[in-house]
């Protein structure tokens, strides 16, 4: 149920993303040996790599889905008969007239592109299942069984790309999606953080999940911080008034029953403007964005682990402080 969520918030470009600068280069690498294994051995894959990729912006785990799922389509698509399925990255400039044959149905400018490239030496689709194979749980005896090009869809999408198809019985298919280089072209790496991710400072956690709270709770509690809970946006109220001299951020979720994120924030900004809040949801930063505006300090995707907790807590604690 998980990965059917998952996959169905990644269509409607909803999905869970953690945004950094990366090389797609490297992150096809990373899940090379996982894709070979997810497909049968009568299919030989190849990979063609591009080296010094100009950065792009974008979640790594989402591009491996993108990955996975072409590739297990493009196997699919030769059966049981022998065949290749190609993988290849590159980065050029794409023209306009080349991106409008793109199937996201969104425009996106001509410009300077990251590509990934998957052909298969498979049956190749005629023009009616062209245009069905990203519909949801569309299905035919080779490509797919549910969401896998659905979600391919709406991760490219989410990602300001878009996806082209090349295909005709009898010659296999090619899938290109592109993805917008990053405006400062450095080459993408590791992110550095603080390695303690230790604070002090008092927090206040507002969610109606107990066991959020708890966890919550628990993770900053020994990270050094005091933490204050409320399950609802009007005991965090109560909470802040009677604290709000020793309150040093505010995790707050969006939906909750009695009053939600978005009541409580309104509050929060009107009697105490230098509130700093931090917003969680299920929901992605677009959304987050859109519901409280630029009123919160950060933005914390659930679910969420305990590093990250920590991670987001100690940079906009130091952040604010003094």
């Given at each position: 149920?998980?990965?059917?969520?998952?996959?169905?918030?990644?269509?409607?470009?909803?999905?869970?993303?953690h945004?950094?600068?990366?090389?797609?280069?490297?992150?096809?690498?990373?899940?090379?040996?996982?894709?070979?294994?997810?497909?049968?051995?009568s299919?030989?894959?190849?990979?063609?790599?591009?080296?010094?990729?100009?950065?792009?912006?974008?979640?790594?785990?989402?591009?491996?889905?993108?990955?996975?799922?072409?590739?297990?389509?493009?196997?699919?698509?030769?059966?049981?008969?022998?065949?290749?399925?190609?993988?290849?990255?590159?980065?050029?400039?794409?023209?306009?007239?080349?991106?409008?044959?793109?199937?996201?149905?969104?425009?996106?400018?001509?410009?300077?592109?990251?590509?990934?490239?998957?052909?298969d030496?498979?049956?190749?689709?005629?023009?009616?299942?062209?245009?069905?194979?990203?519909?949801?749980?569309?299905?035919?005896?080779?490509?797919?069984?549910?969401?896998?090009?659905?979600?391919?869809?709406?991760?490219?999408?989410?990602?300001?790309?878009?996806?082209?198809?090349?295909?005709?019985?009898?010659?296999?298919?090619?899938?290109?999606?592109?993805f917008?280089?990053?405006?400062?072209?450095?080459e993408?790496?590791?992110?550095?953080?603080?390695?303690?991710?230790?604070g002090?400072?008092?927090?206040?956690?507002?969610?109606?999940?107990?066991?959020?709270?708890?966890?919550?709770?628990s993770?900053?509690?020994?990270?050094g911080?005091?933490?204050?809970?409320?399950?609802?946006?009007?005991?965090?109220?109560?909470?802040?008034?009677?604290?709000?001299?020793?309150?040093?951020?505010?995790?707050?979720?969006?939906?909750?029953?009695?009053?939600?994120?978005?009541?409580?924030?309104?509050?929060?900004?009107?009697?105490?403007?230098?509130?700093t809040?931090?917003?969680?949801?299920?929901?992605?930063?677009?959304?987050?964005?859109?519901?409280?505006?630029?009123?919160?300090?950060?933005?914390?995707?659930?679910?969420?682990?305990?590093?990250?907790?920590?991670?987001?807590?100690?940079e906009?604690?130091?952040?604010?402080?003094?």
């Amino acid at each position: 149920m998980a990965k059917l969520t998952s996959q169905m918030l990644a269509y409607s470009g909803r999905g869970r993303f953690h945004i950094e600068r990366l090389d797609l280069s490297t992150a096809v690498r990373q899940i090379s040996n996982l894709v070979q294994a997810s497909i049968p051995k009568s299919v030989r894959l190849s990979f063609a790599l591009g080296e010094g990729l100009p950065a792009i912006e974008g979640d790594s785990s989402q591009l491996q889905q993108v990955v996975m799922n072409l590739v297990i389509n493009g196997a699919e698509a030769i059966g049981a008969e022998q065949g290749t399925v190609e993988v290849q990255t590159l980065a050029r400039r794409a023209e306009q007239a080349e991106l409008a044959a793109g199937v996201t149905g969104t425009s996106v400018p001509a410009g300077e592109y990251a590509v990934l490239e998957v052909r298969d030496t498979g049956c190749g689709m005629d023009e009616e299942t062209r245009t069905r194979i990203f519909d949801p749980f569309y299905t035919t005896k080779f490509a797919g069984r549910g969401l896998g090009l659905s979600a391919v869809l709406g991760i490219v999408r989410a990602h300001r790309g878009t996806l082209t198809v090349e295909s005709r019985p009898g010659y296999g298919t090619r899938f290109r999606a592109f993805f917008p280089c990053s405006a400062a072209r450095k080459e993408a790496g590791p992110q550095t953080s603080d390695a303690s991710e230790r604070g002090s400072g008092t927090i206040l956690v507002v969610d109606d999940e107990a066991f959020v709270v708890r966890m919550a709770q628990s993770v900053l509690e020994e990270a050094g911080y005091d933490v204050l809970s409320a399950s609802n946006g009007r005991e965090a109220l109560d909470v802040y008034t009677a604290k709000s001299g020793r309150i040093d951020a505010v995790l707050l979720d969006m939906t909750m029953p009695v009053m939600g994120g978005e009541e409580t924030m309104q509050h929060l900004a009107r009697r105490w403007p230098d509130a700093t809040v931090i917003a969680t949801s299920g929901y992605n930063l677009q959304e987050a964005e859109f519901r409280f505006g630029a009123r919160t300090a950060a933005f914390l995707q659930k679910p969420y682990t305990a590093a990250q907790l920590r991670s987001k807590i100690a940079e906009v604690v130091r952040s604010h402080a003094g």
